[in-house]
């Protein structure tokens, strides 16, 4: 018989990385019976410094998680990592360089890695991310980084739903690949750019710059008008490991600026405004597919031969339902 | 008064341009007066040649596109374009000279390029790109490319909605790029190496053939074991114009192959049933959220101090719902 998840939590409680494993599996999988206990991490969560990293591809996110991870760990700090990055070393799609950079994390008590696919899943990414950060944090966690690839709505809300969005940018990327950067720079916390080792790297952090103070997110300003957080350029180095101590500095700077802030505030309503959403329309799919499978199934071979169409089909499929 | 979109249905078939554009707005904007003519409009289309083109961030899937519509274009046969690639210079995020190179498109009657946001938008993106394409093809486009990036779940899935599936590769991209192209690979009837002018590209042709000689999605089989497709490698230069006119005759081989094959039968049911699932998700979220986003206001701010958790909040909104 599988362990009660309320036991799982128990264990959860005092640290045990097993339990915490085995609880976000659940999750994944919409297990019904451990959805009570999610409830419970919920209300337990809140204490760890939850930090969404995101860039482009080519930007060298992953790496640069690597490295922060080492060395906030240099602090005694414990790390979690939920990467749902395709191309994140944690979450398969790898470089043999990173592969062995982390086996070393990987053998630390005080690190945890989660990979989750983004590929194949239902739908319910955010759900089942978020809900890892929740277990983290009861698990004693420090810091925990939700890392995605700065690409598709999904991606980009969940690295949003963090206290410090950090978005980051490298040089020498294609015009196409830093066309999509531009979709993303407006929810960046601080600014981040890797390979500040190559020279043409300082065109990069001026251009940032000059995009700042232009006025996009230059700072973020209470209700009294003080600004509370303006937003910086760090630039780092996995190579030589330059500014990740400034980094991280510079990220806990924003935590205490701006969570203690009216706005912070704000913010935490916001994530847990998206969070319900994203819970109650998981829910909702999963029931609806759930009970409509077979339904569909027996209305396709109309629908591909176009006799019926897919909207009138759906309305039959909904009903009269009400919320 | 508006124009009814029945009148608007009545001038689409007769290939009016500004018809189509007006319906495409209104299924964006969910307009539910719509709905009745989107079903008529389904189930009048299904002439068209539906291609989906992917490909990872900086594989010159854009070039690609502008390249593929002039050249289809001397065939006489109009070209639809759905491009919803964030870095797509008909989606806006743009590079100058694709704007150019584009403008002589736009002028031509027989091109009708549509862009959509990926950001931002409540996650219909599915059905109003399939739904586009049916407008396409009832105003009598022969062939219609989706474009999409391929990364994120909605974006590859959209792309796979097709006839013939492109997935484009290019020579010289890092290696986190190329690991999530890994993840799109398996989805192509067609391999299209962009930049074949550069000396690497041989490289990148030699890699995908041994993948395919190994087994994967080498050759799609029927019933009898007859294989009706094997995936084929076409070299492209957008510079050139290299490999442009072989893979117009690529794609039009796979549609002739495939689509009257067993398997062709198959795929149109797939897809049937990706529309149905999607349209209906679609119309279930937006009736959820519209009745229940003042419930959840009033509870987010319990939900954010971790007084109440999105599980239990969530099971309370959707109440005994049942399908």
């Known amino acids: 018989m599988p362990t009660p998840s309320a036991e799982l939590f128990s264990r959860l409680k005092t640290g045990d990385l097993r339990a915490a494993s085995r609880l976000m599996s ?188 232009m006025g996009i997110n230059i700072s973020i300003k209470d209700q009294s008008n003080k600004p509370v957080w303006q937003v910086p350029v760090v630039g780092t180095s996995s190579e030589t490991g330059e500014g990740i101590d400034k980094l991280i500095t510079t990220m806990d700077k924003h935590r205490e600026a701006h969570l203690t802030s009216e706005l912070g505030e704000e913010r935490l309503k916001r994530i847990a405004e998206y969070r319900t959403f994203k819970t109650a329309e998981d829910l909702l799919r999963n029931r609806f597919f759930d009970s409509t499978s077979e339904r569909i199934s027996a209305l396709v071979e109309k629908i591909s031969k176009r006799e019926l169409d897919p909207f009138t089909a759906s309305d039959e499929l909904l009903g009269n339902i009400a919320f």
Chains 1, 2 share one sequence.
């Open 26 to 213: 659940r999750a994944e999988s919409h297990d019904p019976a451990t959805i009570a206990t999610l409830g419970e991490i919920y209300k337990s969560a809140g204490r760890a410094h939850i930090v969404g990293l995101t860039g482009v591809p080519g930007s060298g996110k992953s790496t640069l998680v690597s490295r922060l991870v080492s060395e906030i760990r240099k602090s005694g700090r414990k790390v979690g990592v939920i990467a749902i990055d395709p191309s994140s070393p944690f979450s398969g799609g790898s470089i043999l360089g990173d592969r062995i950079r982390m086996t070393n994390l990987v053998l630390d008590e005080g690190v945890y890695i989660r990979s989750m696919a983004t590929r194949g899943s239902t739908g319910g990414l955010a759900k089942s991310a978020l809900t890892a950060v929740d277990i983290l944090d009861t698990a004693g966690f420090d810091v925990i980084i939700i890392e995605t690839v700065g690409v598709g709505q999904d991606e980009v809300e969940i690295a949003r739903a963090s206290h410090t969005t950090m978005v980051v940018s490298a040089p020498g990327l294609g015009d196409d690949v830093q066309a999509i950067k531009a979709g993303i720079l407006e929810i960046a916390d601080i600014h981040v750019v890797s390979k500040c080792d190559r020279p043409d790297s300082n065109r990069t952090i001026t251009d940032l710059k000059t995009m700042l103070a």
